[in-house]
DNA sequence: GAATCGTGGGT
DNA sequence: TACCCAAGATT
């Protein structure tokens, strides 16, 4: 790092003065800004939703959803009245459904406490699904509260920043950049401070291929003046993924289709395909609705299609056709890969699903939070429009 | 601190 | 195809 002497007569390890970079990026962001939806008319809610969709989630996908959701949902009071599984379905696609239900846990709790909502750091932060970002990005942009809200985004733009080489960037704990963003807070436009910062992380200061020559930044950049700005702040490199293959099973009777509720695991056993991976989705799409399934197996070598549609008949029971392999979707759970066998079959109007498989009405499908992975399946086996 | 939790798009 | 990545929080 350099060090530089203030007129105040001050060391201090920065390239720039504090106030030179609070000047430079904010003209950039008054001038390079996105127009998103939640910035029109800002309210405390609506930033609230809007932060909890984007935990993890591109801003693409979050202007697709965050309108219909505050329509849907249009306060705390509204969201906390509503039926868990009507806000499910609402966040359905989004994933990571724990956001939803803490979502919705958290307008409850601000309505018990008096239907106000918190207006600072540490009320926010008490709220479940707020952790320490969200809860500066909240309090900073609805609030106007002078508090940072570190994300990858600013995180790697204040370490390029501070970092000539990845050796430096690795020396710089977190503890220290939390401390550097609390400094860097614009005083006067905290919110603006810190969507600058995202901003620029996110359009300029990317991870692979940093957009230098666009930086309003770029005279004060250690990582820059290093000759190698991508080493910093780079690519983590994650746990490796595991193939599995599994099945779904459309059952038609009559209009209705059969489901298996939230929880109901675990999966079909396939005799033959060995010692299952996992039961089944325990643990996943808490609070969802879903297909009938089998557990999850090693994927690899022949497409074990026979076997699933052994288990399937077995699982039914009389009064039910011969299940038809009908394709394969595949989709990705956080670190799996799943290569689903869907299958179809229909039974006779009188037929009782065995438990925990529940038979749901044409009126109560398309109500019922089904995760995109459902819906892929289902598209596959033509009950697409059903729900 | 590491593992976990979805999904869609980019390369 | 296979990996990376995205306005993280929780355990």
Redesign the pocket.
Known sequence: MTVRTTSAGTERAAALPDGTLRRDLLTWYDRERRP?PWRERPSAYGIWV??IM????????VMTRWRAFVDRFPDPAALAAAPLEDVLAAWS??????RAR?LHEAARQVMAAGGELPRDVAGWRAL????????G?VASMACGRRAAAV???VA?VLRRLHCRDAEADRGLTAAALARLADRLVDPDRPGDWN?AL??L??AVC???APSCDACPLAGGCQARRGGDPAAVA????????TAVALSFLVIRCGRDLVAAPPGSEPGVRCPGLGAPVRDGFA????GLWGLPSTAWYPAGGDVPRAAFAAAWGAALGEGAETPQHRGTVR?????Y?LRVEVFATAVRPGWRPPAPWVRCGPARLPQLPW???ARKALGRAGAANEI
């Open positions: 998103l809007s932060e984007l935990q993890q989630t591109t801003v693409a996908t696609g989004l994933g990571y459904y724990r803490a479940p699904g707020v952790g320490p970002y969200t809860a990005a994300d990858t985004n790697r969507q995202m901003d992380g996110a990317t991870p692979a780079g690519r983590r490199a994650g746990p490796g993924s643990g996943l799409y808490a989709h990705a759970i956080t670190r890969r995760s995109s992975l």
